[in-house]
């Protein structure tokens, strides 16, 4: 075989975090230790302008249909609402970017967190038949994978994680030091490897989406003792550092202030548990120092295989940072029936956030809270559900050596929907206007291209947000977003004052009538 393989088309390589605020990484300001994600940000372009869907079902089904996500069936969660746009599965009008590039040659591989489908298999218990159906059932390899490893569901155990499927065949974990980030890494390795040995011209899509670092905060206990102590500086530090480098480096103007402690957070002096609080954020900083490692073994196995060159890598996340607080078993409201799920060895317990108990081992379930969320939104306002630039925002990472410039920066408001027309683009794809006997929605995102490049690009409609309420829609340098907790309309110039501290609505209320029309 030989290592220089002929392909007359670039691979294509999607990495997706989860729940990852835009500064956490080294090279978006962040302190945590990711090697792997800073070289290719230095041999490549990072985006400082690109958005998300502000959660993960929403993001994910954007993100393989290049539409907006009610476009494809997945405004709201995987629950079906009754209603096409909020039905919690992908609509048979679209078609996912893997089935057209499948049906162009590529080979298709998805390691990772699906959850853009129902959840049921057969003799599964009632409740989660109940809570999924059965009419949303798809698995990645029903809408255009050549080979799947992964979770279908949202979140779980990384030590024993539910609804973890190779191919279209539920499996249990294996090894005693089984985690799924690792498994996740390792198996698209192996599948670029096999894709390779078996026709070394052939282009492949590769879509790698970990659980890392979405709650609970589990990590194995050597990652962790690296970062023990590193937070007892608290979350009020932590953002001011974070705010400083990303004003240095370029990628946030100097004249976007840092936004102010959330009011739901506290002073650091403040916080009880000190030690407890800093190891969560330890810990939460142990999931992505291990997913960085896992994108170097992707690395070095595309090096090995002579396609580095001729590869694009993008990486980016599905939200902000998360604030959800996780109850302990007990607590009033308990457990959302839908983390409720069985794995193939059983229930597994439910500690939540305890500080009597360390954060990290299997036996526990917990989440890092909000204080620490807003120091991983730095410097923006609010969180994961919001569509105020804190819950949007995502730090995006490009690299394709044969195309795109060592060390380029781009502060271009593009949308996750782009990457689907980017893929397309790339791979000489027309997208149809029928797939499979059905007549399917044209694509809504615009071809990054261009920029990777080094051209400009100009998005001729603005780019919309919905979820959970939160509304907003991006205009050139206008933004109009609704707080739905007061519903009350506000509008910021995103390019003076991209932190959303000075709300103009008062002074161009007919700005606010057109763009709210819209």
């Not at 980030?181 to 282009?203: F, H, N, Y």
């Not at 991006?474 to 501290?501: M, P, S």
Request: charged share 25%; net charge negative.
């Amino acid at each position: 075989m030989s290592n220089t393989p002929t392909q007359s088309k670039p691979n294509i390589i999607w990495i997706m975090a989860d729940d990852m605020g835009y500064s956490d990484i080294g090279c978006f300001g962040g302190e945590i230790n990711t090697p792997n994600l800073d070289a290719l940000a230095a041999d490549g372009l990072r985006m400082s302008h690109m958005y998300n869907c502000a959660r993960c079902c929403p993001t994910r089904a954007s993100l393989m249909t290049g539409l907006y996500p009610h476009q494809a069936g997945v405004g709201h969660m995987i629950r079906n609402l009754g209603v096409p746009p909020y039905q919690g599965y992908l609509r048979d009008d679209c078609a996912t970017i893997p089935e057209l590039l499948q049906q162009a040659g590529f080979r298709t591989l998805m390691s990772g967190k699906w959850h853009v489908a129902g959840l049921y298999k057969p003799n599964a218990p009632e409740e989660w038949k109940r809570d999924a159906g059965t009419e949303g059932f798809s698995l990645p390899t029903q809408r255009g994978f050549d080979r799947y490893y992964g979770t279908l569901g949202g979140a779980g155990s990384y030590f024993n994680p539910p609804t973890l499927m190779r191919d279209e065949t539920f499996i249990d974990p294996e090894g005693e030091d089984y985690y799924l980030t690792d498994a996740i890494s390792s198996e698209a390795v192996k599948m670029i490897g096999e894709s390779l040995d078996e026709d070394a011209s052939r282009p492949f899509f590769l879509y790698m989406a970990y659980t890392a670092p979405h709650w609970p905060l589990h990590a194995k206990s050597e990652d962790i003792e690296r970062y023990r102590g590193r937070y007892d500086c608290g979350w009020d530090v932590l953002r001011e550092e974070r705010t400083k480098r990303l004003h240095e480096s370029g990628l946030i103007n100097e004249e976007w202030e840092l936004s102010p402690r959330d009011p739901e957070s506290r002073p650091w002096e403040e916080a009880e548990h000190k030690e407890w609080e800093s190891l969560r954020m330890a810990v939460y900083s142990a999931q992505i120092e291990s997913m960085d490692r896992g994108i170097g073994m992707v690395v070095d196995e595309l090096k090995k295989r002579g396609v580095f060159d001729n590869t694009l890598i993008v990486f980016l996340s599905d939200n902000g940072g998360c604030a959800e607080y996780l109850r302990e078993d007990g607590d009033e409201g308990g457990w959302p029936e839908c983390y409720n799920l069985p794995t193939g060895k059983g229930t597994m317990c439910r500690v939540g956030n305890n500080p009597d108990r360390d954060p990290g081992p299997a036996e526990t379930f917990m989440s890092y809270d909000l204080p620490w969320a807003n120091a991983s939104n730095a410097p923006f306002r609010l969180f994961k559900c919001w569509v105020h630039e804190g819950g949007i925002s995502t730090p995006l990472i490009a690299h394709w050596p044969q195309t795109i410039k060592a060390g380029s920066m781009d502060h271009t408001a593009a949308h996750i929907m782009d990457l689907g027309a980017t893929a397309l683009d790339m791979a000489g794809v027309e997208h149809p206007e029928t797939y499979k006997g059905n007549r399917i929605q044209p694509l809504e995102g615009v071809s990054l291209l261009p920029i990777f490049k080094g051209h400009n690009i100009e998005r001729e409609k603005p780019i919309f947000w919905e979820h959970l309420k939160s509304r907003a829609v991006r205009e050139g340098k206008w933004k109009l977003v609704l707080d739905r907790r007061r519903e009350v309309w506000e509008l910021y110039d995103i390019e003076a004052d991209r932190t959303e501290l000075n709300d103009l609505s008062a002074q161009n209320p007919e700005v606010v009538e057109r763009l709210k029309a819209q």
